[in-house]
């Protein structure tokens, strides 16, 4: 899964990112509301971790923009505010669940994959020509032939997929994929581009395409488009 954790502590942050890095999945971190507000708007996470206090703000108010822009991922509230009162006003506040710090680490995890499974019934197929992106399975589908895809090719994929057609800059791809804050080797964007052009070659003759468009950045081509 891919996960996004919103924590002022930053020593928590990173027992968070490793711990659950461990478990396989996908972390993206933030430790201010002006980072976070945009960050799920702009990756379809499948749960967001998201602490209560902030240095720029709280919690709450983050929540309550993201379901005003109509973000409707599952929210786990990490918090040390444990009375009745406190835990329903966050579960009024668009919260999903609530975990009072500190915790241990296998209910977080059990907290997070039933919030997951909660999301799973909703399944989407975006499709670029007759080839399908199936967002639950996170695999590329052609028929009878399927091809699993790692955590970051299918948050590239799902970009690509849901934008068929169109350049987008590398820039564009990078943040969303990477984090606005990314600072590693922007070539690590043509390395999963690779990644992704090989599986969809494993589909057979005619599949989608992914095609650079010289100092810009890449687009997707349904198939029988070269």
Request: charged share 25%; net charge negative; aromatic share 6%.
């Amino acid at each position: 899964m891919r996960l996004l954790v919103v924590e002022d502590d930053e020593r928590l942050l990173q027992l968070l990112q490793r711990g659950l890095g461990e478990e396989g999945h996908l972390v993206d971190a933030c430790t201010t509301s002006a980072d976070a507000l945009g960050q799920a708007q702009t990756i379809a996470y499948d749960v967001v971790l998201l602490d209560w206090m902030l240095p720029d703000g709280d919690g709450l108010s983050l929540l309550r923009a993201w379901r005003a822009r109509g973000v409707d991922t599952p929210v786990l509230m990490l918090t040390a505010r444990g009375s009745v009162g406190e835990r329903v006003l966050g579960l009024r506040t668009g919260a999903d669940d609530y975990l009072v710090k500190p915790f241990d680490f296998s209910e977080l995890l059990a907290r997070i994959e039933v919030l997951a499974r909660r999301r799973g019934g909703e399944v989407v197929h975006l499709r670029a020509g007759d080839v399908g992106l199936d967002t639950r399975q996170r695999a590329l589908v052609r028929g009878e032939r399927e091809v699993a895809l790692t955590a970051r090719e299918f948050a590239l994929c799902n970009l690509l997929f849901r934008r068929v057609g169109e350049v987008l800059t590398r820039s564009e791809l990078l943040a969303a994929v990477w984090g606005p804050n990314f600072d590693g080797e922007p070539n690590v964007l043509d390395v999963y581009v690779g990644y992704l052009r090989s599986k969809l070659a494993q589909l057979g003759d005619d599949a989608p395409v992914i095609r650079a468009q010289r100092g810009v950045g890449f687009r997707l081509l349904p198939g029988g488009e070269r």
